[in-house]
């Protein structure tokens, strides 16, 4: 048995706890080190670890003053606050666990896949999606050919009403100039994914989408300011107060979404978040910009196309796919794959249901165990090729979302450049 891979935990919120639990729970990763800059996060991993004080930091700068503290680390801050760990921690030879997206922007991306390059550092970007056991079916399926050539395919991304209130509306990616576009911050799982299935270069993509709901002049008659003094609270589907008091008592909703809400989930911390914190807002009178619905298509080479729809206004559902072969059909659900032959009109149903939910609280179906699981074991055993979101992919991907944001402010068709 190998020694676990030490870990040092940047930001140690909903992502970074998540990971390190993970890391321990397999067996195959030790978490080390922690720079954390809230108190209450920062002592739970310190306890949950048995931490010494010297390698608990309130800012990931401090730990990097410190040297080298553990063989990766694991970078869940905030969207906007990747790149600058990244380069650094590369620098000091850490190979990266890095959240999603690698940065706001192509050229601060660019810099941070130089930086492991130069390094020589792993680093793996957390697109989960790619580590479900769905998916790993679903590619098995197409390298078998048993559904042709692959044509188009369709694909929905249904955020969630609740849950798009909660992160796109309320919450850290409400606003672009706080995080960034729905599509990037959300939706680049979904780009990837089809990347990643698709296997193909992308050549070109137009996007439509805006902000319809999410607005101070949909307010309906009577609506507060919060939810705790509103008139119709009651009759509206996006109320906080509904949403964060029922997540009380159950451990996986205590976890997420009302993790970001407050640390440490009683009623009285609620009722003070409800009344005074920003999940308390009235959802037609935040400061969010993001799009609550986007549409993409993207060509691929061959002429191979997908169209990609993301939208609030679903129930909290796993993603939906159809893939459109020459010899045979393919419907999944996260859950179930149903593969229709043409040759044969027969339909055969897979179960895949990995036992977990698609969501945060339930771990991706598998991809945060699944990715971790490959990162860890490449930096383990040397060997790059386990992980499955190196760089390169990371980047084609990324650079879709990109294109497919011009695309969508500037109405046009935007190819992208030979280097995807
Ligand atoms: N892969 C996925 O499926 C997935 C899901 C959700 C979020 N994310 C991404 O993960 C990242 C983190 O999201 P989250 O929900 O865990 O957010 P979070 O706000 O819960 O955690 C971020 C943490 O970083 C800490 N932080 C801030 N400044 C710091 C500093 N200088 N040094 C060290 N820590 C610092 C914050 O205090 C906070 O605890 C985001 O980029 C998000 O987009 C990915």
Not at 5 to 19: E, L, S
């Amino acid at each position: 048995m190998r020694e676990p891979v030490t870990m040092a935990i940047v930001g140690a919120g909903n992502r970074g706890q998540q990971y390190a639990r993970l890391a321990a729970a397999s067996g195959r990763g030790r978490v080390v080190a922690v720079a954390e800059p809230v108190a209450e996060r920062r002592e739970r991993v310190a306890r949950a670890y048995g931490l010494p004080p010297e390698a608990v930091f309130a800012d990931w700068r401090a730990m990097a003053l410190a040297g080298r503290l553990a063989d990766v680390a694991v970078i869940a801050t905030q969207d906007r606050d990747h790149v600058e760990p990244a380069v650094t921690l590369a620098g000091q030879g850490y190979h990266l666990l890095l959240e999603k997206p690698v940065a706001p922007t192509e050229p601060e991306a660019d810099r941070v896949v130089a930086a492991a390059e130069q390094a020589g550092v792993y680093l793996a970007v957390c697109h989960v999606l790619r580590y479900t056991p769905f998916t790993r079916r679903v590619r098995a399926l197409l390298d078998s050919g048993r559904l042709g050539e692959v044509v188009a395919v369709q694909h929905l991304e249904p955020v969630g009403w609740w849950h798009f209130a909660h992160s796109f509306v309320r919450g850290n990616w409400r606003n672009e100039g706080l995080s960034a576009p729905m599509l990037l911050a959300k939706a680049c799982h979904d780009v990837d994914w089809l990347q990643y299935v698709i296997d193909r270069r992308p050549l070109r993509v137009s996007s439509f989408g805006g902000l319809a709901h999410f607005r101070p002049e949909q307010a309906p008659e009577g609506a507060g300011e919060r939810c705790v003094q509103c008139g119709v609270e009651a009759s509206c589907p996006y109320s906080a107060a509904r949403l964060y008091r029922s997540c009380l008592g159950d451990p996986d909703r205590e976890r997420w979404p009302l993790g970001a809400v407050v640390d440490t989930p009683t009623p009285e911390a609620v009722e003070v978040a409800l009344r005074e914190g920003p999940y308390g807002r009235c959802v037609y009178r935040c400061d969010n910009d993001v799009v609550d619905h986007q549409v993409v298509n993207i060509e691929y080479e061959g002429g191979v196309t997908a169209s990609l729809t993301v939208a609030a206004f679903t129930p909290m559902a796993n993603r939906k796919t159809r893939i459109l072969g020459t010899r045979g059909y393919l419907d999944g659900d996260g859950a179930t794959i149903k593969v229709f032959d043409f040759l044969t009109g027969v339909e055969q149903t897979i179960d895949v249901w990995a036992g977990e939910s698609m969501d945060a609280a339930g771990g991706h179906a598998g991809g945060d165990a699944g990715l971790v699981e490959a990162f860890l074991s490449a930096v383990a055993h040397g060997d790059p090729s386990m992980i499955k979101t190196g760089p390169a992919e990371s980047l084609i991907s990324h650079r879709v979302v990109w294109a497919a944001e011009r695309a969508r402010r500037e109405g046009r068709v935007v190819q992208l450049r030979s280097q995807t």
